[in-house]
């Protein structure tokens, strides 16, 4: 069938052609324009479609999720005994603030500067024989050797002293221990103010009747319990004093063996003729090589009793004060950083899409913070795999410990051409129709769709500036004329 608005529209083009006048062409157009009365039923076939037309262009879309995160501190630290000795200095009060480097405490271990001599006498020792092979040695070495012998010979010295002060009757650890034996006799005696409750609780109830005999047992049943815990208590002491003592005894006797052996390995060192053939220099140059090792470990561990804050912080907790003695992982205190992160709880998707480097932003202040580089920690207990994901944030902003910060993650991007979900067919696998807008008809076009929400979508296949159906119409034929109502983008 004819269509007559396609004929008309051709025919001013037809007109030009014939511009020589032939009447061969001016009796085709008559025969046309008598066929115009078969019109009506071509355009009842495929009627002109009013539509909103809607203009490609190109672009970026984003699926974002909100996070709800709270600011913590960046690090938290408990800080432990390193060794066993007595807590020398923890010059500190709940809620100081420290700085990065400062000295939080200092534990005294006797042993270690035992280990100390042991090992310098040692590293004397090892340079004195290899000096005797290598030749006479110089005055100053000799001076030095000698005064490592008198050195040694007063760490012995002052070893056994301590051994003896500690267990003297007048030492603190012996007073220690007596004054807690006292203490468990007397709460075991019957002069005891919790016997004494106990007694008086038990004539109240020989003597009561009726109600007042329940009341009466429950009074003794307490007063014997307070006697009870009592009495643990003292034995606790006790114990505790006593490991206490046993303690430093133990430490003393180390000490004194230690001090000992540097002192015959030293004397040993300076008595000896150190005759050595030319194959053993090698073996004597590495005992001297390990013996300076052993100096540098034993330096080293002192060191490590001297206790100092990692970073800027405040201390919310002390478990120990100066002067107590203390086993290794005996906890000292507890430091958290004035520096705070940010910590939110989010799903394995959220995880997946903040590590694969999709943005994360907290919506503080005017404007919205981006993360870069968030930590991941999976959640350990938790039916479904939740992650905590950790942002670090400036210093300069004015957090509270605790607050609750709102943020969005990016879970999806993709880039190409922005076009209404509203105008797409969607088939399977990615795949759509859109209608295309040419020269007043549509033309359904198939497309493929990178990424869509419920109002917008990222397609490609058709050019920016492409001009397509705002509404999709599944009805529509290729070459259907449509009318822009003009109300689209």
């Known amino acids: 069938m004819i269509n007559p608005r396609s004929q008309l529209a051709r025919r001013p083009r037809f007109l030009v052609g014939a511009a020589a006048g032939s009447a061969m062409v001016l009796a085709v157009l008559a025969l046309l324009l008598r066929q115009t009365p078969a019109a009506p039923s071509a355009l009842a076939t495929n009627p002109v479609a009013t539509v909103k037309a809607f203009t490609v262009?190109?672009?970026?879309?984003?699926?974002?999720?909100?996070?709800?995160?709270?600011?913590?501190?960046?690090?938290?630290?408990?800080?432990?005994?390193?060794?066993?000795?007595?807590?020398?200095?923890?010059?500190?009060?709940?809620?100081?603030?420290?700085?990065?480097?400062?000295?939080?405490?200092?534990?005294?271990?006797?042993?270690?500067?035992?280990?100390?001599?042991?090992?310098?006498?040692?590293?004397?020792?090892?340079?004195?024989?290899?000096?005797?092979?290598?030749?006479p040695l110089p005055a100053a070495q000799m001076a030095s050797n000698q005064a490592a012998l008198a050195s040694a010979e007063s760490a012995v010295t002052t070893a056994q002293n301590a051994l003896s002060l500690l267990n003297s009757p007048d030492s603190t650890v012996s007073v220690a221990v007596r004054n807690a034996q006292q203490a468990l006799t007397f709460e075991e005696s019957s002069s005891s103010p919790v016997a004494v409750a106990v007694s008086n609780a038990q004539n109240a109830l020989a003597a009561a009747t009726g109600s007042a005999a329940v009341a009466a047992q429950e009074e003794l049943n307490?007063?014997?319990?307070?006697?009870?815990?009592?009495i643990q208590q003292a034995e606790a002491t006790l114990s505790?004093?006593?490991?206490?003592?046993?303690?430093?005894?133990?430490?003393?006797?180390?000490?004194?063996?230690?001090?000992?052996?540097?002192?015959n390995k030293t004397s040993a060192a300076e008595t000896a003729a150190a005759t050595a053939s030319p194959s053993s220099v090698a073996a004597l140059q590495s005992a001297v090589t390990a013996a300076q090792a052993g100096v540098t470990a034993a330096q080293a561990a002192i060191a490590a009793t001297t206790l100092r804050s990692p970073f800027a912080g405040i201390v919310t907790s002390l478990s120990a004060s100066s002067g107590e003695l203390a086993a290794p992982?005996?906890?000292?205190?507890?430091?958290?950083?004035?520096?705070?992160?940010?910590?939110?709880?989010?799903?394995?998707?959220?995880?997946?899409?903040?590590?694969?480097?999709?943005?994360?932003?907290?919506d503080i202040g005017s404007h919205p913070l981006p993360v870069t580089n968030p930590v991941i920690v999976p959640q350990s207990g938790k039916t479904a795999p939740l992650y905590t994901l950790i942002a670090s944030i400036p210093s300069s902003l004015q957090l509270l410990p605790n607050q609750i910060v709102s943020g969005t993650i990016t879970t999806q991007s993709a880039s190409g051409l922005l076009v209404?979900?509203?105008?797409?067919?969607?088939?399977?696998?990615?795949?759509?129709?859109?209608?295309?807008?040419?020269?007043?008809?549509?033309?359904?076009?198939?497309?493929?769709?990178?990424?869509?929400?419920?109002?917008?979508?990222?397609?490609?296949?058709?050019?920016?500036?492409?001009?397509?159906?705002?509404?999709?119409?599944?009805?529509?034929?290729?070459?259907?004329?449509?009318?822009?109502?003009?109300?689209?983008?």
């Open 57 to 135: 262009r190109a672009g970026t879309l984003s699926l974002q999720e909100n996070l709800t995160g709270q600011a913590v501190p960046a690090n938290t630290l408990t800080l432990s005994s390193p060794v066993a000795g007595t807590i020398a200095s923890l010059p500190l009060k709940l809620g100081q603030s420290v700085s990065s480097g400062q000295v939080l405490a200092t534990i005294t271990d006797p042993s270690l500067t035992a280990n100390l001599a042991s090992a310098q006498a040692n590293l004397a020792a090892a340079e004195s024989k290899l000096g005797a092979v290598l030749g």
């Open 222 to 230: 307490l007063a014997v319990a307070n006697r009870t815990q009592a």
């Open 240 to 263: 505790a004093a006593t490991a206490a003592k046993t303690a430093a005894v133990a430490t003393a006797q180390a000490n004194l063996s230690a001090a000992q052996t540097a002192l």
């Open 329 to 362: 992982g005996t906890p000292l205190l507890t430091l958290v950083s004035h520096q705070l992160t940010i910590a939110a709880t989010v799903t394995q998707a959220q995880a997946l899409a903040a590590q694969g480097g999709q943005r994360v932003a907290w």
């Open 420 to 489: 209404p979900a509203s105008a797409l067919l969607m088939g399977s696998n990615g795949h759509a129709t859109i209608d295309v807008i040419r020269r007043g008809r549509v033309y359904p076009t198939g497309v493929r769709v990178s990424l869509s929400t419920p109002n917008r979508a990222v397609i490609g296949g058709l050019a920016a500036g492409a001009r397509v159906v705002q509404v999709a119409n599944p009805s529509f034929t290729a070459g259907q004329p449509v009318r822009n109502s003009g109300a689209g983008a």
